[in-house]
């Protein structure tokens, strides 16, 4: 069964510093979908990245990177000098190819606080 | 601006009463989704619909039901049988039914039933 782990429950940082958030993943299947999304107060998600399973190479997006680990089952997400309107509640997710369910399993989300 | 609604934002029910909260998009998505969100929590799928008249249970669709009879639109409605019906409820789409794709999400709908 996929799984995704989001093992920091909270994290506070003041601002312009950089913070990194965690996202460990399981699954069986080979071919396998990962994706970040952002949930201000407001509730909404934001879709932020998607990443398959065949596509290692990291990236960056301004102040936003991702590093994509197969070898250790983790999906990070990285925030450079971070910002008061970062602070969102962040959610990790999966879905596989080979699924039954046309579902994705989201991890229980980070809460970050950039704090001024 | 293409996008998602949900309505109303906020509701409040008595227990015993069924609810519908109301989801319309209008980006072309083939695909809509239900999902629910308990305090600190992830999401967990209800129900999703990859075509108009067709859609399939999620992981938690015991005391749901919904509809799919135009593209747009993909109602739920929270009946008296569901448990514990308070939650966040967001409403989300997708181009196609695949898991490959991202899907886009609407406001949400704060329930909560007394």
């Known amino acids: 069964a996929q799984k995704v782990t989001q093992a920091q429950t909270e994290i506070s940082v003041v601002e312009k510093e950089d913070v990194t958030l965690d996202c460990v993943y399981e699954t069986r299947d080979t071919t396998y979908y990962l994706f970040w999304y952002k949930q201000p107060p407001s509730g909404e998600l934001v879709f932020l990245i998607r990443?398959?399973?065949?596509?290692?190479q990291n990236e960056i997006s301004g102040r936003y990177s991702w590093n994509f680990q197969k070898s250790t089952s983790s999906f990070n997400f990285t925030i450079t000098a971070s910002q008061v309107v970062d602070s969102a509640v962040y959610f990790c997710a999966l879905s596989e190819a080979a699924s039954n369910n046309n579902d994705m399993r989201f991890g229980a989300g980070t809460r970050l606080t950039v704090k001024p | 601006d293409g996008g998602i609604t949900q309505s109303p934002k906020y509701l409040f029910r008595k227990e015993g009463q069924n609810v519908t909260l109301s989801c319309e998009q209008n980006l072309n998505h083939d695909a809509m989704y239900w999902y629910r969100q308990d305090p600190g929590q992830g999401l967990r799928l209800i129900y999703y619909?990859?075509?108009?008249?067709?859609?399939q249970k999620g992981d938690i669709a015991e005391g749901y039901s919904v509809s799919r009879e135009k593209k747009e639109s993909f109602p739920l409605t929270v009946t008296s049988a569901q448990k514990n019906p308070t939650a966040f409820y967001l409403c989300a789409s997708s181009t196609r039914p695949s898991r490959a794709y991202e899907q886009y999400f609407g406001p949400g709908t704060r329930l909560t039933v007394t």
């Open positions: 619909s990859q075509i108009v008249n067709d859609f």
């Open positions: 990443r398959n399973s065949f596509d290692e």
